[in-house]
């Protein structure tokens, strides 16, 4: 049985579906069963975005489990290690794999190996967090007058 990737419910092909999901400017919605590869899906996005000139404290990414959380923070640490060792061709190589074109896979690779550095000397994670966590500090740094006035 081979996959089916889909956009607005038309089959595509592979590179399109990731071209597109991958796309830090797109919206998009990704619907798959357990181990169809979701995590290498958002942390791509979390990449492409950072790449994109998102900065990590404008990235929140929100999951159900904190096993879930730490695979995504994880794997995210890992690729942004790899990418700062892996020569050239590696890294456009990566960048194909996540929907970028030959050319834009090649003016991108440079950033890609610096990645990890830039984040490291910016001093702030991207956030992954369980919806659970998220709320806890959304209402721990909510100002107490506006929740009494909420009830």
Known sequence: MTAAYRIDGE?????????????????????ACA???KTWMLV??????LLDGAEPQ????????RKAAGE?????NQWLAEFGQADTAKRIAE????????????ALAPALGALDE???????AVEIRTFHGWFSQLLR??????LEGLG
Request: glycine share 8%; with cysteine.
């Open 11 to 31: 089959l595509v092909a592979p590179e399109a579906f990731y071209r597109a999901a991958c796309d830090p400017r797109r919206s998009v919605v990704v619907e």
């Open 44 to 49: 791509s996005r979390i990449v492409r975005a």
């Open 95 to 106: 960048l194909r794999l996540r929907g970028c074109t030959a050319a834009e896979a090649e």
């Open 118 to 124: 830039r984040l490291l000397a910016h001093g702030r």
């Open 72 to 76: 995504m923070r994880e794997r995210l």
């Open 141 to 146: 740094a909510a100002p107490l007058g506006a």
């Open 35 to 37: 181990g169809a590869g």
């Open 58 to 65: 404008q990235i929140l990414a929100i999951t159900f489990t």
